[in-house]
């Protein structure tokens, strides 16, 4: 029996309950968690050999030979040799390894990133996949180690920084607590963050689900089938297009430098990403 306990901040609450069991994936794609009916609108597998670029993109839409996120100063640059399709999963590869990246910076690590988003150059209708409300999900293999950052999340498809819907971030170096945050900006166009810290099982062994559904009345966050989390500001909630994403990150602000026992390469791996939208 697991004692699985939600701290939040912003709004403070805090939540107790045991669960008896974590929820495995199914064959038969339906969200796990969410009661009612629902209609698979994206599905990638990573049945195939390859990634498939039909679905996704390996940077952010601002890519110049791989892309990093310097607003976190993260110490990665995004290549797309990090992103690897192998044994039915995805692969994002972190290494300890320079490169030259954005106005010649020099990164001492590179990662791997997926999108459902596009690239800059790209025409508006390239978006590989958006929507407005549903249920997003990915199943995940996640590394541990200090400095590591992975993270599955969404942003608007008109490139603007917020909204942006957290589905799940890990630190490496506490992987027994989930992270689930929600930005957004006031009516003084400030940028504004509520969130919570979820206590749980280590979530660096084994797999788990991860997912979030959207609405326009809540956002509301699953962990293994369970909700963790609810979001019901309704003037807040987005009222947009938005596109997912997936990523590794290495260093920044928030998870700090690696050190010297985080192990590299280091690998988080995806089962399967899917959404939903409900009939």
């Known amino acids: 029996m697991l004692d699985f306990r939600v701290v939040s901040y912003g709004i403070f609450s805090t939540i107790s309950f045991f669960v008896f069991s974590q929820a495995s ?17 994206f599905s990638d597998e990573f049945s195939e050999q390859e ?16 892309c990093t996120n310097l607003g976190n100063n993260e110490l990665e640059w995004y290549v797309p040799e990090n992103v690897s399709v192998r044994d039915g999963a995805l692969r994002l590869t972190a290494k300890r390894e320079n490169v030259v990246g954005w106005k010649g910076q020099i990164f001492p690590y590179t990662s791997g990133m997926v999108t459902t988003g596009r690239y800059y150059e790209e025409d508006p209708a390239e978006v590989r996949f958006e929507a407005k409300e549903g249920f997003f999900e ?13 993270a599955f999340w969404m942003l608007p498809s008109s490139r603007e920084s917020k909204p942006e819907i957290d589905i799940m971030e890990l630190l490496g170096h506490r992987t027994d607590v989930l992270e689930l945050h929600f930005h957004y900006r006031n009516d003084a166009g400030e940028s504004r963050n509520v969130g919570h810290e979820v206590a749980t099982w280590d979530l660096a062994q084994g797999w788990h689900t991860y997912g979030v559904e959207w609405s326009e009345r809540e ?25 997912m994403i997936i990523n590794l990150a290495v260093g920044g602000d928030w998870p700090g430098d ?11 791996k995806i089962d399967y990403v899917r ?4 009939k």
């Open 275 to 278: 959404a939903w939208k409900r």
């Open 51 to 66: 990634l498939d670029l039909r679905r996704w993109t390996t940077c952010y839409w601002w890519v110049k030979n791989g």
């Open 138 to 150: 990915m199943r995940a293999d996640l590394p541990s180690g200090q400095g590591l950052w992975p």
């Open 219 to 243: 956002i509301v966050w699953y962990l293994d089938g369970w909700e963790v989390w609810r979001y019901e500001e309704r003037e807040r909630i987005p009222n947009e297009p938005m596109y």
């Open 25 to 41: 994936a199914s064959e038969i794609p339906i969200p796990n968690g969410p009661e009612g009916q629902f209609q698979l609108v």
């Open 258 to 268: 690696p050190n010297s026992e985080t192990k590299f390469p280091a690998i988080m």
